[in-house]
């Protein structure tokens, strides 16, 4: 079985810091997504990620691959109170599954 | 992106009942994805839908406890039958999106309660 741990569970950051969450897994996936899920709604796609090593920017998100495909980074810049959220990092397996994280929760104080 | 409508949003049920789940997409999609989500945990894949063909389920979910309809391309049902208070979760569905590459769209979820 397939197993995706995010590092931390649980963050509690003042606004304006910064932070990253970790995904790592000892399989690999063909491509790995990054959701954000706030309460009373489903996850929200906010980047995939394909190639080994491929760092994508969306605003103050930064999201990193690793050259083996089998975890990835989120950093977020300067945190905002709208960040807020669960986020999830998901794996592609070999049937086209999504295998989810074990999601880390982010609360950001005003 | 693809929209998606579930319902319901909500809903507390009885031991022992049975509860409906319908979710409506706005676009043809060939597989549609039933989840669960514990609270305060992630999600765990139920099983793959596909039109025209018998659902696929994941280890330790079976059919005769979460029956699955897929009438058509755009609708399908997830049933949760005989209910228990370890069926209290949040359950989702979602499809792939062809419109973002390897993207994939949620619905909102249904909060199901059982007392």
């Known amino acids: 079985t397939q197993l995706l741990e995010q590092s931390p569970q649980f963050l509690s950051i003042q606004e304006g810091e910064n932070l990253t969450v970790y995904c790592n897994s000892s399989s690999v996936f063909s491509s790995l997504q990054w959701y954000r899920q706030e309460p009373g709604e489903g996850p929200v796609l906010l980047v995939t990620v394909v190639t080994g090593g491929e760092v994508k920017k969306l605003k103050r998100l930064t999201f990193q691959f690793g050259d083996a495909r089998k975890d990835s980074s989120l950093h977020i810049t300067a945190a905002q109170p709208g960040d807020t959220g669960l986020y999830l990092c998901a794996g592609m397996d070999s049937s086209y599954k999504l295998i989810f994280g074990s999601g880390t929760r982010l609360l950001v104080r005003p | 992106s693809a929209v998606i409508s579930q319902k319901p949003s909500r809903d507390i049920c009885q031991r022992g009942t049975s509860l409906t789940i319908q979710c409506q997409v706005d676009?043809?999609?060939?597989?549609m994805f039933w989840y669960r989500q514990q609270p305060g945990q992630s999600l765990t894949l139920i099983a793959t839908a596909n039109q025209g063909s018998e659902a696929t389920y994941e280890s330790g979910f079976v059919i005769d406890k979460f029956p699955i309809s897929r009438p058509n391309l755009t609708f399908s049902t997830l049933t949760v039958s005989n209910m228990s208070p370890e069926d209290s979760s949040i359950y989702l569905c979602?499809?792939?999106?062809?419109?973002?590459?390897?993207?994939?769209?949620f619905g909102s979820g249904t909060r199901l309660t059982v007392v």
């Open positions: 979602s499809v792939e999106d062809k419109r973002t590459p390897h993207g994939y769209t």
């Open positions: 676009s043809q999609v060939t597989m």
